[in-house]
């Protein structure tokens, strides 16, 4: 069964910066987009990034365009998400998700909290 596990979640003052990681398993990871997407209290889930196949090609939500960053490493099947400046409307449970033949997967989450 797919998993997609997400860690490096926590607390940070605005201005700081934070590194999630998303560790992939069970399905051909090195073939297949993959995305990260964050829901905020009392919001709907919002899309913040995503990443090709290959890694050559990405994409951002103006929110967070020039402040965070996706790559992923397909030797070991892991997507990151390297985040600076952040503000606290970056408060928000972040997912790691893909969208196979089989379905979409979405992983657990981390929470992310952005806070003086």
């Known amino acids: 069964e797919v998993e997609l596990v997400e860690s490096g979640g926590g607390s940070v003052q605005p201005g700081g910066s934070l590194r999630l990681s998303c560790a992939a398993s069970e399905f051909a990871f090195s073939r297949f987009y993959m995305q990260w997407w964050r829901q905020a209290p009392g919001k709907a889930r919002e899309f913040v990034a995503k990443?090709?196949?290959?890694?050559?090609?990405?994409a951002y939500a103006a929110s967070v365009k020039g402040r965070f960053s996706i790559s992923r490493d397909n030797a070991k099947q892991m997507l990151y998400l390297q985040m600076n400046y952040l503000k606290p409307e970056d408060t928000a449970v972040y997912y790691c998700v893909t969208n196979i033949p089989s379905g979409e997967y979405w992983g657990q989450g981390t929470q992310v909290t952005v806070s003086s």
């Open positions: 990443i090709s196949d290959d890694g050559a090609t990405t």
